[in-house]
């Protein structure tokens, strides 16, 4: 059976890479995964970025306006680091103009984000709790009171609303285990980090159901997907050199990809994403890291889209 067949299959739009990404090439994988059947489009928040970036909500406001039906998702936006009322108005804002197209994800981010932005780490995740709720309100309420210990709103609102009802799903990341649990308890889905390995994606999997579980959710409806960093070349070491360079740039790992990460052949790759499916994945976002345009096509014909 054809992966595409076992799950739904996302594919990354171009948007961070130590090459600079012209417009074209987004416009071109935007339209090719809409026509060969990909569930939808994601980015990450990248904002003070050593390699180059877009950001995440004008980008996948550009590729709404090219596409019809791919549904498109960042995993994640910081929120910590934001104003909530602006995150809910900047994908209040995607979902109406993509036509009820938006997936919102949110996370902790790390120690960095908050000194980049001068932002205390203490109460983190006290700021993180109250933004998702008042993202949640502004997008289902005409008027918010919200008497939090960070944030206040004394009956604002905004007059556009998202689409979806009751409101654009939100999937939380984060590999800790009590993140994981937090995406079963706040979340609407939970997408694990490309950086992480299978193994460890299982022993995730496995605590996000017991918490669904424990919580009266069925695991089965909930989404749980893992983003994959990968290349797929006819011949692995193409595969393996293009992966090395990525890492050792973007991630500035000295050794590049290691044994865990995703590339080879297309059998190879295909045997990796179905050892996730495997694991506990109901959902998968392949982030092809380079050739960009190319592997759309590849990786169309490894997921049995082709």
């Known amino acids: 059976m054809a992966l595409k067949d076992l799950v739904p299959i996302g594919m990354s739009l171009p948007h961070r890479s130590p090459d600079v990404i012209d417009m074209a090439t987004v416009r071109r994988v935007a339209e090719r995964a809409e026509a060969l059947g990909f569930s939808d489009l994601w980015v990450t928040e990248n904002t003070l970025d050593h390699v180059f970036s877009f950001d995440p909500a004008l980008i996948l406001t550009y590729a709404a306006a090219v596409t019809t039906r791919i549904r498109l998702g960042v995993a994640v936006v910081?929120?910590?680091?934001?104003?909530?009322?602006?995150?809910?108005?900047?994908?209040?804002?995607?979902?109406?103009?993509?036509?009820?197209?938006?997936?919102?994800?949110?996370?902790?981010?790390?120690?960095?984000?908050?000194?980049?932005?001068?932002?205390?780490?203490?109460?983190?995740?006290?700021?993180?709790?109250?933004?998702?709720?008042?993202?949640?309100?502004?997008?289902?309420?005409?008027?918010?009171?919200?008497?939090?210990?960070?944030?206040?709103?004394?009956?604002?609102?905004?007059v556009i609303k998202p689409v979806q009802k009751p409101h654009p799903p939100i999937w939380l990341g984060g590999n800790h285990p009590d993140a994981v649990r937090r995406a079963a308890r706040l979340g609407d889905g939970w997408i694990a980090a490309g950086g992480s390995t299978t193994g460890a994606f299982g022993t995730s999997v496995q605590i996000l159901r017991?918490?669904?579980?424990?919580?009266?959710?069925?695991?089965?409806?909930?989404?749980?997907?893992?983003?994959?960093?990968?290349?797929?070349?006819?011949?692995a070491e193409t595969a393996k050199a293009e992966l090395d360079r990525w890492f050792s740039i973007v991630y500035r790992r000295p050794g590049g990809a290691d044994a865990d990460d995703i590339h080879g052949t297309p059998a190879q790759v295909r045997e990796q994403l179905e050892a996730l499916v495997a694991a506990g994945a109901n959902h998968l976002l392949v982030n092809p890291v380079g050739r960009h345009v190319e592997q759309v096509d590849a990786l169309a014909e490894v997921v049995g889209l082709k």
């Open 78 to 158: 910081v929120l910590p680091i934001h104003n909530p009322s602006h995150v809910a108005s900047q994908f209040a804002t995607l979902d109406y103009v993509s036509n009820g197209r938006a997936i919102l994800g949110l996370g902790l981010g790390r120690d960095h984000h908050y000194a980049e932005f001068q932002i205390p780490k203490a109460h983190r995740l006290t700021r993180f709790r109250e933004g998702v709720d008042i993202v949640k309100a502004l997008w289902t309420q005409p008027k918010v009171n919200y008497p939090g210990t960070i944030y206040r709103l004394e009956g604002d609102g905004m």
């Open 210 to 235: 017991a918490e669904l579980v424990k919580l009266g959710r069925d695991p089965a409806t909930f989404p749980i997907s893992k983003r994959v960093f990968l290349s797929v070349a006819e011949r």
